[in-house]
């Protein structure tokens, strides 16, 4: 009888070790399936942790732009445009009410300092600079046909610069008094030196060729001319305004 042992031994082995082999791999592909499936799980996980962090801080944000945006930043804006588009129709309306002085050429007592000025000092230099800038411009295009830039210019120049200092004056919080007077009338006179003895004169000089002497006398005319009517009508006009706004506020506050 043959032994068949020895001849099948190394191929039982072979057959084993093969098998073997094969559960390793299987167990090894097993084991890196289930790490492979754990390690997406947790990039899983924190990708839904951070996307949910990222929305949730993300929305907050917005939260608190549309907050600052619906409440004070949008709320000054409109308050500018509404007192920009107030004050230029209040000296358009005003604008041919005037006296001439008849001792220097194209120069005449006007209200529209005043108005320019008062609109500056409560809202601000923005408002002042285009409510002098979009009001002459009207005024000469309706009335006289024509726009002489170089005072357009002036007006907004002066209406920035009496804005200034329209925190100090606080006549929109109903605190202008005595000390914010004397404020206001230093800065207006100053302003008006500014916008009638520098810059009308210069421009009109660098623009329309005017003769310097002409131009000159007629810019410390309008300042001073300019200077007393805003002096008066200005300071009556804060006054009555800030009066005003105390009554509301005390009306609210009952309210």
């Not at 399936?33 to 990039?43: A, D, K, M, V």
């Not at 949730?56 to 509404?82: D, F, H, P, Q």
């Not at 006289?144 to 009496?162: K, P, Q, R």
């Not at 200034?164 to 000390?179: A, D, Q, R």
């Amino acid at each position: 009888m043959k032994d068949f042992t020895c001849d099948c031994l190394p191929k039982l082995t072979c057959e084993f070790m093969a098998v073997r082999n094969i559960q390793s791999i299987y167990q090894y592909f097993e084991s890196a399936h289930g790490q492979l499936t754990s390690f997406i799980r947790l990039i899983a996980d924190e990708g839904v942790k951070r996307f949910h962090y990222n929305f949730v801080a993300a929305k907050r944000l917005m939260e608190v732009n549309m907050s600052n945006l619906n409440t004070g930043r949008r709320g000054l804006a409109i308050k500018t445009i509404v007192a920009i588009g107030i004050g230029a129709a209040l000296v358009v309306a005003i604008y041919q009410v005037s006296i001439p002085v008849g001792f220097i050429p194209n120069t005449r007592l006007q209200f529209n300092a005043a108005v320019i000025a008062i609109i500056g000092a409560i809202f601000g230099p923005v408002a002042g600079l285009f409510t002098g800038l979009i009001s002459h411009t009207l005024g000469d295009a309706l009335f006289y046909g024509g726009v002489w830039w170089s005072w357009v210019i002036a007006d907004a120049v002066y209406g920035l610069l009496v804005g200034l200092t329209f925190k100090k004056l606080k006549i929109y919080e109903g605190g202008f008094g005595s000390k914010q007077a004397l404020i206001f009338n230093i800065n207006q006179f100053l302003a008006n030196a500014v916008a009638w003895i520098l810059v009308a004169p210069v421009l009109d000089i660098l623009i329309y060729a005017e003769p310097s002497d002409k131009v000159f006398a007629q810019g410390v005319t309008a300042f001073a001319v300019n200077g007393a009517v805003t002096l008066i009508v200005g300071t009556i006009l804060a006054f009555a305004y800030s009066k005003i706004r105390v009554k509301n506020s005390s009306l609210e506050k009952e309210a």
